[in-house]
């Protein structure tokens, strides 16, 4: 069974740091890409992050370049999101999700299984 | 950046009845490159729909994609009480980045 497992949720205050830990299982981690998406309470999806299998290619939103890093450990079966210079505009739920197929690109094809998402309040 | 917009916003129908979601993007795309997925409250998102016409593995076949282009649609045949839900469309092959509409949700009348 397919499993994406994320921590490192919590509270932190404007201009934190947090990191983001996904831990998965089921399938072979080191051929997939991988992504985070994430989303405000109440509102929709956006895409953050993305990391292909190896870890030699990535790619993020406007909204967090230079300030999120992506990465991967594939001993360990574990991806990561680094956060830093966090503000009110990053409290949301953050999902983890594989890339569908065996391409191990981040991008090009759909996200066939998520995690449950762990939550991120950014707040005073 | 390709900017997604779904329409309507709100979607209020009664379970039997045929549900129609659009999905319209400012430039166009690969119809390989379109996805829907279902979000219930507390959930993550459920991939049911690829390549803009492709269900995915268990998804019912009341679930249907088309179109092409600029302009896309999510047809549910029938609908049933578990569908009731927000829906969200997503285009995944250009620039190396990905980006979702704003959600459609599908609401009991």
């Known amino acids: 069974e397919v499993q994406l497992v994320e921590s490192g949720g919590g509270v932190v205050r404007p201009g934190g740091s947090l990191r983001l830990s996904c831990a998965v299982s089921g399938f072979t981690f080191d051929d997939s890409g991988m992504n985070w998406v994430r989303q405000a309470p109440g509102k929709g999806l956006e895409w953050v992050a993305g990391i292909n299998w190896s870890g030699g290619s990535t790619g993020y939103a406007d909204s967090v370049k230079g300030r999120f890093t992506i990465s991967r450990d594939n001993a360990k079966n574990s991806l990561y999101l680094q956060m830093n210079s966090l503000s009110a505009e990053d409290t949301a739920f953050y999902y983890c999700a594989r890339v569908w197929g065996l391409s191990g690109s981040y991008h090009g094809q759909p996200f066939d299984y998520w995690g449950q998402g762990t939550l991120v309040t950014v707040s005073s | 950046d390709i900017v997604l917009t779904q329409s309507p916003g709100t979607l209020s129908l009664s379970p039997g009845e045929r549900a129609t979601l659009s999905c319209r993007a400012t430039?166009?795309?690969?119809?390989?490159?379109l996805a829907w997925y279902q979000q219930k409250p507390g959930q993550a998102p459920r991939l049911l729909i690829y390549a803009a016409s492709s269900r995915a593995t268990g998804v019912p076949d009341r679930f249907s994609g088309s179109g092409s282009g600029t302009d896309f649609t999510l047809t549910i045949s029938r609908l049933e009480p578990e569908d009731f839900a927000v829906y969200y469309c997503q285009q995944y092959g250009t620039s190396s980045m990905c980006s979702f509409g704003q959600g459609t949700k599908l609401e009991i009348k």
């Open positions: 430039q166009s795309i690969r119809s390989t490159d």
